[in-house]
Structure formats: structure tokens, C-alpha cells
């Protein structure tokens, strides 16, 4: 297991590391469901390493995939739909991600940090440039505190800022 998060109704996702699936498992029978993560979407790497999970003001469930970019999970169906460089996110490395207030996730990658708006499904990145102590962020190094500031760490500290200020 690589990441793990509980979402709102109480699920327990796991990430895991070079298989195929994420596993979701209910607290309250403890039946654990492996759920396919079809990683084969054009512009990525064939890699299913979980890293991240991420779940916005809408209760959409958002994956951050080692090589394979973002993916949105729709609970319904088990299905996703992917994003990768091709869609404009910096890096198919997706290392760490938060929510913030507006439903937007904030994606910490290896070539920056991108803010994705679900609603319009693009991006828009930050880097070194916009002020940020690295392009490289590590994975699993974010996390968000209770007045809605978000932290990421990467190799030359961490940067910390309101959504709503940027």
C-alpha cells in the first residue's frame, strides 16, 4: 500500500503499488473491493502506483498516479477519466494533491504545481518562476490546515499559501 485516505461516508481507499487496482474497503462490513485502475490512457506510462488520493467539495474522488497523471473516479460506474500532460497537467508525476474551498485540486507534480478546475477540466501550473522553492515536490508532502491553507514540501522546503489569494 502506497496512500491511503478515508473519504466522507467513511470508505478506506488503498493505493498500491505496481498492481493494477485500488482497493476500497467499508468500515463497517470490512469487505475490502479491488477496483481495476486502468492506467492506459494516451500521454502516460503504464504505471498504476497510487500516490495520491484527493476528494473535492463535490465528493469526487481524484487519484494521483505515479507516471500516469490524474484520475477521476467516478464512484457509480468504477470508471475513470484521466489527465495527463497531454490535457495540460505539468508532469504525469503526480506526487501529492488538496482541495480547496472552490472544489478546484491542487496537484504537486515533479515539474511544478498545477490547480485543476474540475468544472472546466484545465489546469493551470505554477513554478519556480510564480515563486515556488522547487519545481520537484515529494510524494505524499502536502497537506491542507484548518483555515484552508495548503502546504506542499519539495526539495528546497515547502510552500504554503490561501487558494483564495492566488
Known sequence: VWA?????PGFLWLGTFYLPYIVRVDPVTQNAVKIYAD???????????????????????????WSGGLGR???????????????????????????DARGRIWVATEKGLARFDPK???FRTYTVEDGLQS????????CKGRDGKLYFGGTNGFNSFHPDSI
Open 39 to 65: 492506467a492506459e490512457h494516451e500521454g502516460a506510462l503504464m504505471n498504476p502506483s497510487v500516490r495520491a488520493f484527493c476528494e473535492n467539495i463535490n465528493d469526487i474522488l481524484f487519484l494521483g498516479i
Open 120 to 122: 472546466t477540466e484545465s
Open 135 to 142: 519545481n520537484f515536490f515529494w510524494s505524499g508532502s502536502s
Open 4 to 8: 491511503m485516505y478515508q473519504d466522507r
Open 73 to 99: 473516479f467516478n464512484r457509480q460506474t468504477d470508471s475513470y477519466t484521466w489527465f495527463t500532460e497531454i490535457d495540460g497537467l505539468p508532469s504525469n508525476y503526480v506526487k501529492a494533491m488538496e482541495s
